[in-house]
C-alpha cells in the first residue's frame, strides 16, 4: 500500500458508491502471487514524526471503514501475500475469497516486531 494505489482505491470506491448501475465490486490485484504485502516502507520511513505516521493510519482508517459500511457487497479476491495492511484491507471487505495455494498467505508480521502501526487500531 502506498500512496497512488490508496488514491486509486479512493476513486474507484467512490464510483462505486455513486454509480447506481454498479451493484457491488471485487478487488484483486495486477502483481502475480501478491493481493497486497502491507504498507509501503518508504512512505512509511518518510514521515517526519508520529503525525505524518498517524495521518497516515487515519486515512486509511476512513477508506477502510468507507468499504467496511458500503451498502454494496465489495470482495477481496485473494492469490498470494496477504500482509498487513493488505490483509486489513481484505478484512474490510464484505467477503474474501483466497485461492487454496501454498503461496496464498496471510500475516501480521507487526505482530512479529511489536509494531502498532495497524490502520485499523
Known amino acids: 500500500l502506498n500512496e497512488a494505489v490508496a ?8 464510483h462505486i458508491e455513486a454509480n ?8 484483486i490485484s495486477g502483481k502475480p502471487n501478491t493481493f497486497i ?7 512509511l520511513s ?3 514524526n508520529s503525525t505524518d505516521a498517524r495521518q497516515i493510519s487515519a486515512e486509511a482508517q476512513r477508506e477502510f471503514l468507507r468499504i467496511e459500511s458500503s451498502e454494496k457487497p ?3 479476491a485473494i492469490m498470494g501475500t496477504c500482509m498487513g495492511g493488505g490483509l ?3 478484512l474490510a471487505c464484505h467477503y474474501r475469497i483466497a485461492m487454496n495455494s501454498p503461496k496464498t498467505q ?3 508480521p507487526e505482530v ?5 502501526v495497524s490502520f485499523l487500531i
Request: hydrophobic share 50%; proline share 0%.
Open 20 to 27: 447506481d448501475s454498479i451493484k457491488g465490486a471485487v478487488l
Open 106 to 108: 496471510f500475516a501480521f
Open 112 to 116: 512479529i516486531f511489536y509494531c502498532k
Open 74 to 76: 465489495i470482495v477481496a
Open 7 to 14: 488514491a486509486d482505491l479512493q476513486r474507484c470506491i467512490e
Open 37 to 43: 504485502a502491507g504498507a509501503d516502507i518508504g512512505m
Open 46 to 48: 518518510r514521515c517526519k
Open 88 to 90: 486489513e484491507l481484505a
